[in-house]
């Protein structure tokens, strides 16, 4: 059974930095497109970036600039660099894969942004 594990979100005041990191058990992993989502309140889950296997990337344009994500396909893990945080960057934030995301989706990462 696929796992995801995310971790790294808390409390940071705006123009601040986080780091996330996500593990995943229980599938292959290299050969996916790993993706970052997030979910702020009242609002559907949207993808902020995502990776290739072979480290291509894509951010959605209210990030880009911001946002580095990476992967580490030894470790299984994935990981975004959040820097020049904003309020409106305030949700869960989840991985998963991005094109046919696993059914299972981890417990998130809450990431909260103070003005």
């Known amino acids: 059974q696929v796992q995801l594990v995310e971790s790294g979100g808390g409390l940071v005041q705006a123009g601040g930095s986080l780091r996330l990191s996500c593990v995943v058990s229980?599938?292959?992993?290299?050969?996916?497109?790993m993706g970052w989502y997030r979910q702020a309140p009242g609002k559907q889950r949207e993808l902020v970036a995502h990776?290739?296997?072979?480290?291509?990337?894509y951010y959605a344009d209210s990030v880009k600039g911001r946002f580095t994500i990476s992967r580490d396909n030894a470790k299984k893990a994935v990981y975004l660099q959040m820097n020049s945080l904003k309020p409106e960057d305030t949700a869960v934030y989840y991985c998963?894969?991005?094109?046919?995301?696993?059914?299972?989706w981890g417990q998130g990462t809450q990431v909260t942004v103070s003005s």
């Open positions: 998963n894969r991005a094109v046919q995301p696993f059914t299972s």
């Open positions: 990776i290739t296997g072979g480290g291509s990337t």
């Open positions: 229980g599938s292959i992993f290299s050969i996916f497109t």
